[in-house]
């Protein structure tokens, strides 16, 4: 692409909203699966529940 002639170039500017409208719902998704999971933990731990043995054994999901 060729270089634009505006010193804030729109295309920059739109690429930027863009990106942002994109990240933010996931992160906030994110954030509220990582709440949920810690409170279940919680709930869990609380009630004295063990988790299953083959459940304990997976890998944790990387990102």
């Known amino acids: 692409m060729p270089k634009s002639p505006f010193i804030d170039d729109p295309r ?17 998704i994110r954030a509220i699966h990582l709440r949920a999971a810690e409170h279940h933990a919680e709930i869990a731990r609380a009630s004295k529940l063990e988790l299953n043995a083959s459940f304990a054994k997976r890998p944790a999901p990387s990102s």
């Not at 739109?14 to 409208?21: D, S």
């Open 12 to 28: 920059d500017v739109m690429r930027q909203q863009i990106a942002l409208a994109v990240a933010s719902p996931i992160e906030a």
